[in-house]
């Protein structure tokens, strides 16, 4: 089976622009979770969801938004990127939420933000 | 903020010898985690441990969790220059509307030949 996939791989933006990074769980999952991993720092979570419904979400700001939909896939966005969003984004999903489910991390998006 | 802190920071032994990571954490738990990423790509879970267990094992690995101290501990015994990563590790509380991992700074490991 396909593990957690993410799409792009690398992106580069400029500031004050917006980006959409996407994820695809393993399937059967039908939890997703973000984390932002800034170099040389442990990942940090953004939001998670379950069954497309927000089930939780992170010290961010209203910059960052996301979605899951019906197949259980999910989107990042980010508005009016700073060069603070510079990072690697992860996704991870787990077939349901709650306490000791194993996330399964996808490769990451590195996102460069000039 | 991180949850954890990783202890050391960085890690250099040769091949054979046994590799200690410790994390230290500040709130109750549900569980820990250990988690090793390889070169700032994905997350690979390696093991996780309840906090009514205080000690645990999968194959080279041994961990230890001391919830009186908030502590764990993390050995890979005979390593192997494969093993040469990024180690975290990451608590697991239970929150009003779903779950989240906290993951400390990390630990890089480095496996010489």
């Known amino acids: 089976d396909a593990g957690v996939t993410q799409s792009p791989t690398h992106l580069i933006k400029t500031r004050g622009q917006q980006v959409t990074l996407r994820c695809s769980p393993i399937?059967?999952?039908?939890?997703v979770s973000w984390y932002q991993q800034v170099l040389g720092q442990g990942p940090q979570f953004i939001f998670q969801?379950?069954?497309?419904?927000?089930?939780g979400r992170g010290n961010f700001p209203d910059r960052f938004s996301a979605r899951q939909f019906p197949n259980y896939s999910s989107e990042l966005n980010v508005n009016a990127l700073l060069l603070g969003d510079s990072a690697l984004y992860l996704c991870?999903?787990?077939?349901?939420?709650?306490?000791?489910?194993?996330?399964?991390f996808g490769p990451g998006t590195r996102l460069l933000v000039l | 903020s991180q949850q954890g802190e990783e202890d050391p920071q960085a890690l250099s032994i040769q091949e054979g010898e046994n590799a200690t990571m410790n994390c230290s954490y500040k709130?109750?738990?549900?569980?820990l985690q250990w988690y090793r990423q390889n070169s700032g790509r994905g997350l690979v879970h390696l093991i996780l441990?309840?906090?009514?267990?205080r000690e645990k094992h999968s194959g080279r690995l041994r961990v230890t969790l001391d919830t009186s101290k908030k502590s764990s501990s993390l050995l890979i015994t005979a390593s192997r220059a494969a093993d040469t990563a990024s180690y975290f590790c990451a608590t697991d509380a239970w929150e009003t509307s779903g779950s989240r991992l906290t993951f400390g700074e990390g630990t890089q490991l480095t496996v010489n030949p």
């Open positions: 399937s059967g999952h039908k939890s």
């Open positions: 441990i309840r906090s009514n267990e």
């Open positions: 709130t109750s738990i549900n569980n």
């Open positions: 991870a999903s787990s077939t349901r939420t709650g306490v000791g489910e194993t996330q399964y």
């Open positions: 969801y379950y069954e497309k419904e927000e089930r």
